[in-house]
């Protein structure tokens, strides 16, 4: 048997959305720098480069907002995540387990709902032109991997005390 272009693109799609599981898996485990390299993996191999930087904030988006349903919808296995998400928003098999545990390191529906305010945030600033998207997004990561990182939220309290 040989393998055709067709199986080519499967696999090279298949790949994308393995990466983009661990660089959400980074994010939720509050590993900015291996974020980076992730999302840095992400930017080198898309076909269109920087200007491919509304399609992973969108990825990044649904992703989290599948997060969301499973925090809330209390998803523990498997067989719920079939029944919580509906079809065309579901996730691919080999990510299931994986998309769940991510859920699970946010302790509330805030936690989340804050992600995707932040990504939202990215979105509307890529889509003004600024002069290096990539930069945007390296930012926003760092941002994402930083929110709820308990290393961090006594530094971002006493910075916000300070501020007052």
Do not use: C
Not at 27 to 36: E, F
Not at 82 to 94: D, K, T
Not at 123 to 149: C, N, Q
């Amino acid at each position: 048997k040989q393998i055709t272009l067709a199986d080519l693109g499967q696999m090279v799609v298949s790949a994308k959305q393995r990466s983009l599981y661990e660089l959400t898996d980074a994010i939720s485990s509050h590993d900015a720098a291996r974020a980076l390299l992730l999302l840095q993996g992400l930017l080198n191999a898309s076909e269109s480069g920087e200007d491919g930087a509304i399609g992973h904030l969108h990825m990044l988006a649904r992703t989290f907002r599948q997060m969301l349903v499973i925090l809330e919808k209390n998803v523990r296995d498997s067989r719920g995540i079939w029944q919580a998400l509906w079809p065309g928003f579901r996730v691919p098999p080999f990510a299931v387990d994986e998309l769940i545990r991510q859920a699970r390191r946010y302790k509330t529906r805030r936690d989340l709902m804050q992600m995707l305010e932040r990504i939202a945030r990215a979105d509307l600033e890529i889509r003004s032109s600024p002069p290096d998207k990539s930069l945007v997004l390296e930012r926003m990561v760092i941002d994402l991997a930083k929110t709820g990182d308990p290393a961090t939220a006594g530094n971002r309290q006493s910075a916000a005390s300070a501020v007052r």
